[in-house]
């Protein structure tokens, strides 16, 4: 078997780290006017949970949901939808109000 030199070759190269890349920002006016719009025609409606929390009942694909999700304030200071949140069915929200004697019963007890 012949030996074979690698000293000449070039290392292999490491993995760059991929950039980050940013979407481009709408504007925040027509963003604004399209969701007053969609609030609408929607009739999509939100109630105020404090801490910057809300439950909103919104439609997608055509069918409602409630929506009780934190929301955050952007670097321009608007308030924007995020991660931390439950997307609830009518039907699991249908379950979750029968329960509502027994876990305010269950609260009481723990307090």
């Known amino acids: 078997m012949s030996e074979e030199n690698f000293d000449d070759e070039e290392p292999p190269s490491k993995k760059q780290i991929p950039?980050?890349?940013?979407?481009?920002?709408a504007d925040s006016s027509t963003t604004k006017a399209k969701r007053a719009k969609t609030d609408?025609?929607?009739?999509?409606?939100?109630?105020?949970?404090?801490?910057?929390?809300?439950?909103?009942?919104?439609?997608?694909?055509?069918?409602?949901?409630v929506d009780i999700r934190e929301y955050y304030r952007d670097k321009d200071g608007e308030l924007k939808p995020g991660k931390k949140g439950i997307f609830l069915k009518p039907t699991e929200w249908d379950l979750i109000l029968s329960y509502a004697d027994q876990i305010t019963e269950q609260l009481k007890k723990m307090q």
């Open 40 to 65: 609408e025609d929607d009739g999509e409606q939100s109630w105020d949970l404090g801490n910057e929390r809300k439950v909103e009942v919104k439609l997608f694909k055509g069918k409602a949901y």
């Open 19 to 25: 950039t980050k890349r940013t979407p481009a920002k």
